[in-house]
């Protein structure tokens, strides 16, 4: 039974920087690609980063090229998605999921099987 757990959430003003965290427990078989997700209200989830757990290739969407990274730290099955230089426009929940065994699809919410409860980004 695999869970993720997101933390880090929270309330900055424009220019500002967060880190969200996501925990993953449980047992995965082989290689993945874990991504960020962002949903806005009465919207449907987008990608927004994305990395294949071997190899450590990563992928981005262009609205956050050059201003989020995505990392991971493998001995405390983590996740972590550093944003810098917010803007409103990144004010979403965000959630972080367990996908395909490759960045082929890395955007697509249906390649991804497991999904976190979500933690809320509020840029003003």
């Known amino acids: 039974h695999v869970q993720l757990v997101e933390s880090g959430g929270g309330s900055v003003q424009a220019g500002g920087s967060l880190r969200l965290s996501c925990e993953v427990s449980g047992s995965i078989d082989g290689t993945n690609c874990i991504g960020w997700f962002r949903q806005y209200p009465g919207k449907e989830r987008e990608g927004v980063a994305a990395?294949?757990?071997?190899?450590?290739?990563?992928y981005y969407d262009d609205s956050v090229t050059g201003r989020f990274t995505i990392s991971q730290d493998n001995a405390k099955n983590t996740l972590y998605l550093q944003m810098s230089n917010l803007k409103p426009v990144d004010t979403a929940m965000y959630y972080c999921?367990?996908?395909?065994?490759?960045?082929?699809?890395?955007?697509?919410?249906?390649?991804?099987?497991?999904w976190g409860q979500g933690t809320q980004v509020t840029v003003s």
């Open positions: 990395i294949v757990t071997l190899g450590g290739t990563t």
């Open positions: 999921a367990v996908g395909p065994p490759d960045g082929s699809s890395w955007s697509s919410v249906f390649s991804y099987v497991y």
